[in-house]
């Protein structure tokens, strides 16, 4: 791989530069345990080497001064190099952190494509870069510039996609970037880094370093820095949240969720069940939009376990880079103890679970597995129907009625996401009205790249894709103008 080049090198300033500091980072593979990489681990003075070139690019370089047509241009020179390199990055994400290679080819690198077009067209058809108001107080030119410096910090289980949902905003923006990638997944950022080398953008605009977590918060702090945003744990989002709050400073959440899949009596239960095989186990689990709680009246509820059990058995798990592969390992040793220790805890308080359990799966030695595990007759209250897993464990929560899905769906400190399953649309629209989360998809129906994502409650601060996504890169400034200013005067 490439990427191989760089070991022990940043990516600031738009050269592969030796770190100031002597630290590194391995990378070790959830599937054979092995170390199969070290990156350098920034300092603080490679941090702030980073920051002072995003701001010479944003303060003094071209970038926030080009026209909005001239960044949707690179970034489609970007796009088609992300597209012709897309099975490299997609080997890349299944080798440093198990999402199965299947699944890398679309969710990994297929969708950050989409998300690329989604977002120059957004930018060139839609959006309100500059607008003039008129009315009976006074005439305003209202105009949308880039916010300065953002630091995105992303996660290990979904590396390209959440980072593209926020560099291509940001940078469409006029903003310049540094971007601090997942310490269990940084391999796919320098091949990112090599992509936006070769598509020739400015330098300093895009900086990628790797580095812990105190580094981390540094790069959040930092007084370079105008911007923030943060997928990640509701934990960690909450403690950045406060210091950004301290200096004033945006930010922007995307954090856990424990979302709900309610299958209404008259749903087509074979197609349900079929559908949660991605939208509740896709990435082995490690997603968090994917509905964990399936909520299903009592009079259905036997078929509906049964229905799910089987399903459960029918997917292959083992090698990640094994296109058959569904279910690969977790990420980390960590994350597998962390889903081990809520099975134990569902076999505590639910019993013995209907598919899966404690153990490795049969035939898989070495690997951080755990077992797909299915609990049926779960209390919504229970600890695994309330706290984020992030493993392939479903817990099957019984209803009386539709106002008791509605109401237990909702007891939930998290609201990112849901799915309403029903044979009647507009019945599945108006309780998928009642919940309170940010997104829901009815039957399964993808919402795209053109709406708005984010949670409520517990699951984030914002919102990322759609014209909204643009929002939090920009600043609004209003220019008070005569009445006879012309509307063809407005770029």
Known sequence: MSWQKHEGTLFIDGTWQKPEGGGRIGVISPFTEQEIAVVASASRADIDKAVAAARRAYDQGPWPRLSVEERIEAIKRLRAVFERRKEDMAQVITAEMGCPITQSRSIQTTVPLMMFDEQCQIAAESYPWTELRRS???????????????????????????????????????CTVVLKPASLAPLSAYILAEMIEEAGLPEGVVNVVTCDRVEAEYLVLHPGVDKVTFTGSTGAGRHLAAKCGGLLRPITLELGGKSAGIILDDADIPAAVEAMRLLS?????????????????????????????????????????????????????????????????????????????LGRPEGLNHGWFVRPTLFAGVDQNDRIAQEEIFGPVLSVIAYDNEDDAVAIANNSVFGLSGSVFSGDTERAIAVAERVRTGVLEVNGAPFGFHAPFGGVKQSGIGRESGWEGFEPYVELQSIGVPKDYATSQVA
């Open 281 to 357: 186990f896709r990435n082995s689990g490690q997603i968090c939009t994917l509905k964990t709680r399936v909520l299903v009246s009592t009079t259905r509820e036997a078929e509906v376990v049964e229905a799910l059990a089987d399903m459960i058995r029918s997917m292959p798990i083992g090698d990640p880079g094994d296109a058959a592969t569904h279910i690969g390992p977790m990420v980390s040793e960590k994350q597998q103890q962390s889903v081990t220790g809520y099975i134990e805890a569902g076999i505590a308080q639910t019993g013995a679970p209907v598919v899966g359990g």
């Open 136 to 174: 009976a107080s006074g005439n305003a030119l209202v105009r949308r510039y880039g916010k300065g410096v953002a630091a995105l910090i992303t996660p290990w289980n979904a590396p390209m996609m959440t980072t593209v949902q926020k560099l291509g905003p940001a940078l469409l923006a006029g």
